[in-house]
């Protein structure tokens, strides 16, 4: 029998569906000549610290840096079932075939190889490699697997990945946890990405802005600008002086602009697009995507290709027929689209044939609005150009200069295609309009009817949206990086990966979202303050990203690239021995201490959940949601937490009886067992 492995339940059942397997059994559906089972994503990982050591559950100096020399690994409790189901099967004997169906790509890549590791299994393996969920697509991959070990060299990319966060995000966090005595959370990644964010952040703050002048004079059919008066005595001058004057034309530049067709989504550009017209997060577009993906809707999202590969043409012109029947595909322009040397593991995201086949008021909005995005965006791309024909005419009275610029549109293009989607949308982004200057030539002179002053400032830079900071993340280190070196990609992160780590940012309380905008906290200006360059440098983590890249296709070697980050580790412990008292203060006055420790009298601060005692040693924690508190319809505040721990009792109003179904006051207080917190009511005459 052939074992099949998923990613997920939802991709198992689709698989099944397409090779007849109908019968269901605990953790798997048999049939066929066929076993189809799943992984729940991450089933097993890198092991925690204490795994090696039972030393480090407590966080101290003297044990950094931790530098496994045997890495071990673990299976994930709370997934443990399903684990324990796929070890059977793997090493069942009726099994003599393995196939890896997991996500084609390097985290679906570790997914599965770190199961068949911790399951002790050393059969031979097939992987299935697809792009699309599509029947069609599983049954031609299903024809087509490849050999396991073609695909080595991506898994070797993948566990070095890990292993890099690992060391840098474990021991870089202790170390400056520890030093500043509260928890610091710094990561390969989120730590560069986060100083993006800050340093915007100093921009604006530091930025003085600057009051300028313009002039505009009306003339019989349009309206002509100065250049910028930063004086605003002259710029009245030059208002006094050209009123009822003759403006004569000097010049006169008219040139023809093509502009192309917009490339087709790669996850990025569709994650940046979506947060521009919807406001949905990194994260919220990634969830569609996947969704969409598993239910056939559209093509693999994970992806950092804008273009297809010229096997697709065939489909792609039954899906274009599909969409508009009256289309000439003589005029679709496949060359904007198709360029397989731009196509590795995967190819740009675009709808599928069999999504045509669906009705779209079955899909939840957020999933209906992202596959409306998708399907613009290829009518778009396979469009003509837009043709304008831009003017600028130049005119002077007494030598002081204005002008005035016109645009014509020649021909639509794919902005047709794309204007018609933004009304459809009613978005505020504003479609682009012609500005009509009259036949003009050179000397031709025209009176000034009328004259204004207008006031402006020059602007501060933007705070990040997750459009642009998506767009810095995937630049950063592409302007600084070594232009001799031959690079295949620069970046933060991948973009599979920079929505999680703009959602890790926001959950350890680094960033804010206030609106679209992502705003740095004290703390986190305070952490980039104090972190050392080489990890928040997004150049050096962009080459690692790089040399990632590079041994996924063999360019480089993982054990290098390990030790050298164990190395830089070795150094930053050493570098960071010490520090001294004016740098432990940068924290100190982030947060409220609500009182002291019943067990150790160190502050207790609030948390996102809890309310928790800033000594690590001590396990002291107030949790906001305990169970004493939701049975009876109350939270615990932090007013009742500093009366507790100054007291230990506070008056609490409207407790809820679930057995009487009414409310009642009382007096709350704790006991401390020295492991667990047990709440008392005491009622009063």
Same mark, same amino acid.
């Given at each position: 029998?052939?074992?099949?492995?998923?990613?997920?339940?939802?991709?198992?059942?689709?698989?099944?569906?397409?090779?007849?397997?109908?019968?269901?059994?605990?953790?798997?559906?048999?049939?066929?000549?066929?076993?189809?089972?799943?992984?729940?994503?991450?089933?097993?990982?890198?092991?925690?610290?204490?795994?090696?050591?039972?030393?480090?559950?407590?966080?101290?100096?003297?044990?950094?840096?931790?530098?496994?020399?045997?890495?071990?690994?673990?299976?994930?409790?709370?997934?443990?079932?399903?684990?324990?189901?796929?070890?059977?099967?793997?090493?069942?004997?009726?099994?003599?075939?393995?196939?890896?169906?997991?996500?084609?790509?390097?985290?679906?890549?570790?997914?599965?190889?770190?199961?068949?590791?911790?399951?002790?299994?050393?059969?031979?393996?097939?992987?299935?490699?697809?792009?699309?969920?599509?029947?069609?697509?599983?049954?031609?991959?299903?024809?087509?697997?490849?050999?396991?070990?073609?695909?080595?060299?991506?898994?070797?990319?993948?566990?070095?990945?890990?292993?890099?966060?690992?060391?840098?995000?474990?021991?870089?966090?202790?170390?400056?946890?520890?030093?500043?005595?509260?928890?610091?959370?710094?990561?390969?990644?989120?730590?560069?990405?986060?100083?993006?964010?800050?340093?915007?952040?100093?921009?604006?703050?530091?930025?003085?802005?600057?009051?300028?002048?313009?002039?505009?004079?009306?003339?019989?059919?349009?309206?002509?600008?100065?250049?910028?008066?930063?004086?605003?005595?002259?710029?009245?001058?030059?208002?006094?002086?050209?009123?009822?004057?003759?403006?004569?034309?000097?010049?006169?530049?008219?040139?023809?602009?093509?502009?192309?067709?917009?490339?087709?989504?790669?996850?990025?550009?569709?994650?940046?697009?979506?947060?521009?017209?919807?406001?949905?997060?990194?994260?919220?577009?990634?969830?569609?995507?996947?969704?969409?993906?598993?239910?056939?809707?559209?093509?693999?999202?994970?992806?950092?290709?804008?273009?297809?590969?010229?096997?697709?043409?065939?489909?792609?012109?039954?899906?274009?027929?599909?969409?508009?029947?009256?289309?000439?595909?003589?005029?679709?322009?496949?060359?904007?689209?198709?360029?397989?040397?731009?196509?590795?593991?995967?190819?740009?995201?675009?709808?599928?044939?069999?999504?045509?086949?669906?009705?779209?008021?079955?899909?939840?909005?957020?999933?209906?609005?992202?596959?409306?995005?998708?399907?613009?965006?290829?009518?778009?791309?396979?469009?003509?150009?837009?043709?304008?024909?831009?003017?600028?005419?130049?005119?002077?009275?007494?030598?002081?200069?204005?002008? =005035?610029? %016109? *645009?014509?549109?020649?021909?639509?293009?794919?902005? &047709? #295609? !794309?204007?018609?989607?933004?009304?459809?949308? @009613?978005?505020?982004?504003?479609?682009?309009?012609?500005?009509?200057?009259?036949?003009?030539?050179?000397?031709?002179?025209?009176?000034?009817?009328?004259?204004?002053?207008?006031?402006?400032?020059?602007?501060?830079?933007?705070?990040?949206?997750?459009?642009?900071?998506?767009?810095?993340?995937?630049?950063?280190?592409?302007?600084?990086?070594?232009?001799?070196?031959?690079?295949?990609?620069?970046?933060?992160?991948?973009?599979?990966?920079?929505?999680?780590?703009?959602?890790?940012?926001?959950?350890?309380?680094?960033?804010?979202?206030?609106?679209?905008?992502?705003?740095?906290?004290?703390?986190?200006?305070?952490?980039?303050?104090?972190?050392?360059?080489?990890?928040?440098?997004?150049?050096?983590?962009?080459?690692?990203?790089?040399?990632?890249?590079?041994? =996924?296709? %063999? *360019?480089?070697?993982?054990?290098?690239?390990?030790? &050298? #980050? !164990?190395?830089?580790?070795?150094?930053?412990? @050493?570098?960071?021995?010490?520090?001294?008292?004016?740098?432990?203060?940068?924290?100190?006055?982030?947060?409220?201490?609500?009182?002291?420790?019943?067990?150790?009298?160190?502050?207790?601060?609030?948390?996102?959940?809890?309310?928790?005692?800033?000594?690590?040693?001590?396990?002291?924690?107030?949790?906001?949601?305990?169970?004493?508190?939701?049975?009876?319809?109350?939270?615990?505040?932090?007013?009742?937490?500093?009366?507790?721990?100054?007291?230990?009792?506070?008056?609490?109003?409207?407790?809820?009886?679930?057995?009487?179904?009414?409310?009642?006051?009382?007096?709350?207080?704790?006991?401390?067992?020295?492991?667990?917190?047990?709440?008392?009511?005491?009622?009063?005459?």
């Amino acid at each position: 029998m052939k074992l099949v492995i998923a990613e997920k339940p939802s991709v198992a059942m689709s698989i099944a569906e397409v090779l007849g397997c109908k019968e269901r059994k605990d953790g798997c559906i048999e049939g066929n000549g066929y076993i189809i089972s799943w992984c729940i994503g991450h089933l097993a990982g890198v092991a925690n610290p204490e795994s090696y050591n039972t030393l480090y559950s407590k966080w101290k100096y003297e044990d950094l840096p931790i530098l496994p020399e045997k890495w071990k690994f673990q299976v994930f409790k709370n997934t443990k079932k399903q684990f324990n189901i796929l070890k059977k099967l793997m090493n069942k004997k009726e099994v003599d075939e393995i196939i890896c169906a997991t996500d084609s790509g390097r985290e679906g890549e570790l997914i599965f190889r770190l199961v068949y590791r911790e399951a002790g299994c050393t059969k031979s393996f097939k992987r299935l490699w697809i792009s699309s969920m599509e029947k069609s697509a599983i049954t031609k991959g299903f024809n087509n697997l490849k050999n396991g070990n073609e695909f080595d060299n991506l898994y070797k990319s993948a566990l070095a990945r890990a292993k890099a966060d690992w060391i840098v995000g474990i021991n870089a966090t202790r170390l400056f946890s520890v030093l500043y005595n509260q928890t610091l959370s710094v990561g390969r990644v989120q730590t560069p990405t986060l100083s993006l964010i800050v340093e915007r952040q100093s921009d604006i703050n530091n930025f003085k802005k600057e009051k300028f002048f313009n002039i505009d004079i009306q003339l019989e059919d349009f309206i002509a600008t100065s250049n910028r008066i930063l004086d605003e005595n002259k710029a009245i001058d030059v208002l006094n002086n050209v009123t009822g004057k003759q403006v004569i034309v000097v010049d006169i530049k008219r040139n023809t602009k093509k502009i192309k067709p917009p490339l087709l989504f790669d996850l990025t550009s569709l994650q940046r697009e979506a947060n521009m017209l919807f406001g949905f997060s990194a994260k919220q577009t990634l969830d569609y995507s996947q969704s969409l993906y598993e239910k056939k809707w559209i093509t693999y999202p994970r992806t950092d290709s804008r273009y297809l590969t010229e096997e697709m043409k065939d489909g792609l012109i039954e899906l274009i027929e599909s969409l508009d029947e009256n289309i000439d595909i003589n005029n679709i322009n496949f060359d904007r689209v198709i360029n397989d040397k731009k196509v590795n593991d995967h190819h740009a995201i675009i709808i599928t044939l069999e999504s045509r086949k669906f009705k779209k008021e079955e899909l939840p909005k957020g999933e209906s609005t992202i596959y409306n995005l998708i399907e613009s965006k290829l009518l778009q791309a396979l469009s003509k150009n837009r043709v304008e024909e831009h003017t600028e005419v130049i005119l002077k009275v007494d030598n002081i200069e204005f002008k =005035s610029k %016109g *645009k014509v549109i020649l021909e639509g293009g794919f902005k &047709e #295609i !794309e204007n018609k989607y933004l009304k459809k949308i @009613k978005t505020s982004k504003k479609t682009e309009k012609e500005i009509i200057l009259p036949e003009l030539y050179k000397n031709q002179s025209f009176k000034i009817l009328d004259s204004k002053k207008k006031e402006g400032f020059t602007q501060p830079p933007k705070h990040y949206t997750e459009d642009t900071l998506l767009s810095a993340m995937e630049r950063a280190g592409n302007e600084d990086i070594d232009k001799g070196l031959e690079v295949e990609k620069i970046g933060l992160g991948t973009p599979a990966t920079r929505a999680g780590i703009i959602e890790k940012l926001i959950s350890v309380g680094y960033i804010e979202r206030k609106g679209k905008q992502l705003l740095p906290t004290d703390k986190a200006v305070s952490l980039v303050t104090i972190i050392p360059d080489e990890l928040k440098s997004p150049i050096l983590t962009a080459e690692w990203e790089n040399s990632l890249t590079n041994i =996924s296709l %063999g *360019k480089e070697d993982d054990k290098k690239f390990i030790r &050298e #980050i !164990e190395s830089m580790m070795k150094n930053l412990v @050493k570098m960071y021995s010490q520090i001294s008292e004016e740098s432990k203060v940068k924290f100190k006055n982030n947060k409220e201490s609500l009182g002291k420790c019943p067990r150790c009298k160190s502050d207790v601060f609030e948390g996102k959940k809890n309310y928790y005692c800033s000594n690590r040693d001590c396990r002291f924690s107030l949790f906001k949601e305990d169970r004493f508190f939701v049975n009876k319809r109350k939270k615990l505040t932090k007013d009742m937490v500093k009366a507790l721990l100054d007291e230990n009792i506070v008056e609490v109003k409207r407790f809820y009886s679930e057995k009487s179904g009414k409310y009642y006051d009382a007096f709350l207080y704790f006991e401390d067992t020295g492991k667990y917190i047990n709440y008392k009511l005491r009622f009063d005459d």
